[in-house]
Protein backbone atom coordinates (compact mmCIF):
# COMPACT_ATOMS: atom_id res chain seq x y z
CA UNK A 1 0.00 0.00 0.00
CA UNK A 2 0.67 3.40 0.14
CA UNK A 3 -0.76 5.23 3.15
CA UNK A 4 -0.56 9.15 3.61
CA UNK A 5 -1.54 10.32 6.62
CA UNK A 6 -1.75 14.22 7.90
CA UNK A 7 -2.14 15.86 11.26
CA UNK A 8 -4.34 17.42 12.43
CA UNK A 9 -7.73 17.27 10.51
CA UNK A 10 -8.66 20.67 11.24
CA UNK A 11 -7.23 23.39 12.88
CA UNK A 12 -8.55 26.93 14.42
CA UNK A 13 -5.82 29.56 15.20
CA UNK A 14 -5.98 33.37 16.00
CA UNK A 15 -4.31 35.47 13.61
CA UNK A 16 -0.76 36.44 14.16
CA UNK A 17 0.30 33.38 15.68
CA UNK A 18 1.70 29.82 13.67
CA UNK A 19 0.52 26.85 12.89
CA UNK A 20 2.13 23.43 11.83
CA UNK A 21 0.81 20.87 9.75
CA UNK A 22 2.44 17.20 9.48
CA UNK A 23 2.17 14.94 6.74
CA UNK A 24 3.76 11.66 7.25
CA UNK A 25 3.96 8.43 4.92
CA UNK A 26 3.21 5.39 6.83
CA UNK A 27 4.24 2.59 4.86
CA UNK A 28 6.64 3.67 2.63
CA UNK A 29 9.65 6.37 2.10
CA UNK A 30 8.22 9.01 0.14
CA UNK A 31 11.96 11.18 -1.08
CA UNK A 32 9.62 13.48 -2.19
CA UNK A 33 6.22 15.26 -0.94
CA UNK A 34 4.02 17.86 -2.38
CA UNK A 35 1.91 20.77 -0.46
CA UNK A 36 -1.15 21.95 -2.16
CA UNK A 37 -3.88 24.44 -1.00
CA UNK A 38 -7.35 24.39 -1.96
CA UNK A 39 -9.52 27.06 -2.36
CA UNK A 40 -13.63 26.23 -1.96
CA UNK A 41 -14.75 25.67 -5.23
CA UNK A 42 -11.43 25.48 -6.46
CA UNK A 43 -8.88 22.98 -7.74
CA UNK A 44 -5.60 21.88 -6.23
CA UNK A 45 -2.60 24.58 -5.85
CA UNK A 46 0.60 23.87 -5.67
CA UNK A 47 2.58 25.61 -3.40
CA UNK A 48 5.77 23.74 -2.95
CA UNK A 49 7.92 20.09 -3.94
CA UNK A 50 9.49 18.66 -0.79
CA UNK A 51 12.63 16.96 -1.14
CA UNK A 52 13.98 14.60 1.77
CA UNK A 53 17.31 16.50 3.05
CA UNK A 54 17.18 19.37 0.58
CA UNK A 55 15.38 22.70 0.18
CA UNK A 56 11.88 22.59 -0.53
CA UNK A 57 11.24 24.11 -4.23
CA UNK A 58 8.41 26.98 -3.99
CA UNK A 59 5.60 27.66 -6.79
CA UNK A 60 5.83 31.29 -8.23
CA UNK A 61 3.96 33.43 -5.67
CA UNK A 62 4.12 31.33 -2.80
CA UNK A 63 6.09 33.21 0.05
CA UNK A 64 8.91 31.15 1.48
CA UNK A 65 9.33 32.74 4.97
CA UNK A 66 5.50 32.45 4.99
CA UNK A 67 4.55 28.69 4.47
CA UNK A 68 7.91 26.91 5.74
CA UNK A 69 8.93 23.47 5.25
CA UNK A 70 10.86 20.78 6.57
CA UNK A 71 11.06 17.17 5.36
CA UNK A 72 13.95 15.76 7.15
CA UNK A 73 13.14 11.94 7.04
CA UNK A 74 11.95 10.36 4.71
CA UNK A 75 8.77 9.65 5.93
CA UNK A 76 7.63 13.44 7.32
CA UNK A 77 7.13 16.51 6.21
CA UNK A 78 5.90 19.59 7.96
CA UNK A 79 4.39 22.52 6.68
CA UNK A 80 4.19 25.91 8.96
CA UNK A 81 2.37 28.58 8.18
CA UNK A 82 3.88 31.61 10.27
CA UNK A 83 1.73 34.64 10.84
CA UNK A 84 -1.37 33.06 9.83
CA UNK A 85 -3.91 35.61 8.53
CA UNK A 86 -7.74 35.28 7.52
CA UNK A 87 -6.60 34.37 4.02
CA UNK A 88 -4.69 31.82 4.93
CA UNK A 89 -7.82 29.37 5.48
CA UNK A 90 -8.14 26.86 3.13
CA UNK A 91 -8.04 23.07 2.61
CA UNK A 92 -4.38 22.16 3.07
CA UNK A 93 -3.15 18.56 1.27
CA UNK A 94 -0.02 16.81 1.42
CA UNK A 95 1.06 13.88 -1.14
CA UNK A 96 4.16 11.90 -1.95
CA UNK A 97 5.17 9.37 -4.53
CA UNK A 98 6.38 5.67 -3.45
CA UNK A 99 9.60 4.71 -5.50
CA UNK A 100 9.17 1.69 -4.68
CA UNK A 101 6.57 1.01 -7.00
CA UNK A 102 6.58 0.27 -10.79
CA UNK A 103 5.03 3.44 -11.26
CA UNK A 104 7.04 6.50 -9.00
CA UNK A 105 4.97 9.32 -10.31
CA UNK A 106 1.56 8.48 -8.78
CA UNK A 107 0.75 11.18 -5.79
CA UNK A 108 -0.58 9.37 -2.81
CA UNK A 109 -2.64 12.01 -0.74
CA UNK A 110 -3.03 12.84 2.70
CA UNK A 111 -6.52 13.16 4.05
CA UNK A 112 -6.28 17.00 4.22
CA UNK A 113 -6.08 19.53 6.99
CA UNK A 114 -8.71 22.17 7.04
CA UNK A 115 -7.47 25.54 8.61
CA UNK A 116 -9.39 28.46 9.71
CA UNK A 117 -7.89 31.63 11.14
CA UNK A 118 -10.33 33.91 13.21
CA UNK B 1 1.02 28.95 -20.92
CA UNK B 2 -0.39 25.58 -19.19
CA UNK B 3 -3.84 25.28 -19.39
CA UNK B 4 -6.38 22.40 -18.45
CA UNK B 5 -9.92 22.79 -19.44
CA UNK B 6 -12.70 20.82 -18.14
CA UNK B 7 -16.62 21.78 -17.38
CA UNK B 8 -17.24 23.16 -14.40
CA UNK B 9 -20.09 20.90 -13.50
CA UNK B 10 -22.38 18.21 -15.22
CA UNK B 11 -25.72 16.22 -14.17
CA UNK B 12 -26.63 12.67 -14.16
CA UNK B 13 -28.96 10.23 -13.42
CA UNK B 14 -28.57 7.25 -11.69
CA UNK B 15 -27.68 4.25 -13.57
CA UNK B 16 -27.18 6.00 -16.58
CA UNK B 17 -23.99 6.89 -18.29
CA UNK B 18 -22.19 10.07 -18.03
CA UNK B 19 -18.53 10.98 -19.99
CA UNK B 20 -16.52 14.23 -18.49
CA UNK B 21 -14.52 16.31 -20.88
CA UNK B 22 -10.88 17.26 -20.53
CA UNK B 23 -8.84 19.02 -22.79
CA UNK B 24 -5.02 20.08 -22.12
CA UNK B 25 -2.53 22.32 -23.56
CA UNK B 26 1.19 21.76 -21.36
CA UNK B 27 4.85 21.80 -22.07
CA UNK B 28 5.47 18.45 -22.36
CA UNK B 29 3.35 15.30 -22.02
CA UNK B 30 4.41 12.51 -19.55
CA UNK B 31 0.67 11.52 -18.63
CA UNK B 32 -2.59 12.07 -18.00
CA UNK B 33 -4.55 11.72 -14.33
CA UNK B 34 -7.97 11.38 -13.65
CA UNK B 35 -8.88 11.91 -9.66
CA UNK B 36 -12.11 11.79 -7.63
CA UNK B 37 -12.24 14.14 -4.80
CA UNK B 38 -15.54 14.24 -2.46
CA UNK B 39 -16.22 17.27 -0.71
CA UNK B 40 -13.95 18.22 2.03
CA UNK B 41 -11.73 15.08 1.12
CA UNK B 42 -8.33 14.36 -0.61
CA UNK B 43 -8.23 13.50 -4.05
CA UNK B 44 -8.39 9.75 -4.67
CA UNK B 45 -6.16 7.98 -7.48
CA UNK B 46 -8.79 6.47 -10.74
CA UNK B 47 -6.66 6.70 -13.37
CA UNK B 48 -3.43 7.24 -15.18
CA UNK B 49 -3.11 7.01 -19.30
CA UNK B 50 -0.10 7.62 -21.41
CA UNK B 51 -0.61 6.50 -24.48
CA UNK B 52 -3.82 6.74 -26.77
CA UNK B 53 -6.51 4.82 -26.33
CA UNK B 54 -9.34 3.68 -23.74
CA UNK B 55 -8.36 2.17 -20.45
CA UNK B 56 -11.43 0.30 -18.63
CA UNK B 57 -11.56 -0.26 -15.08
CA UNK B 58 -14.66 -1.61 -13.92
CA UNK B 59 -17.53 0.88 -14.53
CA UNK B 60 -14.74 3.42 -14.97
CA UNK B 61 -13.24 3.96 -18.10
CA UNK B 62 -10.12 6.76 -19.12
CA UNK B 63 -9.56 7.55 -22.99
CA UNK B 64 -6.95 9.54 -24.18
CA UNK B 65 -5.69 11.28 -27.57
CA UNK B 66 -2.45 13.44 -27.29
CA UNK B 67 -2.99 14.49 -30.64
CA UNK B 68 -5.80 16.27 -30.02
CA UNK B 69 -4.44 17.44 -26.13
CA UNK B 70 -7.55 15.25 -25.62
CA UNK B 71 -8.85 12.73 -22.32
CA UNK B 72 -12.44 11.78 -21.27
CA UNK B 73 -13.46 10.11 -18.09
CA UNK B 74 -16.38 7.91 -18.55
CA UNK B 75 -18.30 6.63 -15.78
CA UNK B 76 -21.07 3.47 -16.23
CA UNK B 77 -24.04 2.54 -14.16
CA UNK B 78 -23.85 5.45 -12.00
CA UNK B 79 -24.27 5.52 -8.33
CA UNK B 80 -25.15 8.27 -5.77
CA UNK B 81 -21.58 7.74 -4.07
CA UNK B 82 -20.37 8.88 -7.55
CA UNK B 83 -21.24 12.42 -6.52
CA UNK B 84 -18.03 14.06 -6.46
CA UNK B 85 -15.67 16.39 -8.14
CA UNK B 86 -13.76 14.64 -10.95
CA UNK B 87 -10.30 16.66 -11.37
CA UNK B 88 -8.35 16.22 -14.73
CA UNK B 89 -4.64 16.73 -14.27
CA UNK B 90 -1.11 15.92 -16.87
CA UNK B 91 2.55 15.69 -16.08
CA UNK B 92 4.56 18.07 -17.53
CA UNK B 93 7.84 17.37 -19.16
CA UNK B 94 9.22 18.48 -15.42
CA UNK B 95 6.89 15.98 -13.82
CA UNK B 96 5.04 18.10 -12.43
CA UNK B 97 0.80 18.23 -12.42
CA UNK B 98 -0.92 20.54 -13.88
CA UNK B 99 -4.23 20.33 -12.08
CA UNK B 100 -7.74 20.98 -13.90
CA UNK B 101 -10.61 23.41 -12.15
CA UNK B 102 -12.29 19.90 -11.45
CA UNK B 103 -15.98 18.68 -13.19
CA UNK B 104 -18.53 18.63 -10.58
CA UNK B 105 -20.74 15.74 -11.12
CA UNK B 106 -24.09 16.08 -9.52
CA UNK B 107 -26.21 12.43 -9.38
CA UNK B 108 -30.18 12.43 -9.12
CA UNK B 109 -32.00 9.76 -8.40
Known amino acids: GAVVSQHPSWVICKSGTSVKIECRSL??????MFWYRQFPKQSLMLMAT?????????EQGVEKDKFLINHASLTLSTLTVTSAHPEDSSFYIC??????????????FGPGTRLTVT | GQNIDQPTEMTATEGAIVQINCTYQ??????LFWYQQHAGEAPTFLSYNVLDGLEEKGRFSSFLSRSKGYSYLLLKELQMKDSASYLC??????????WGAGTKLIIKP
Open chain 1, 27 to 32: DFQATT
Open chain 2, 26 to 31: TSGFNG
Open chain 2, 89 to 98: AVMDSNYQLI
Open chain 1, 95 to 108: SATNPGLAFTYEQY
Open chain 1, 50 to 58: SNEGSKATY
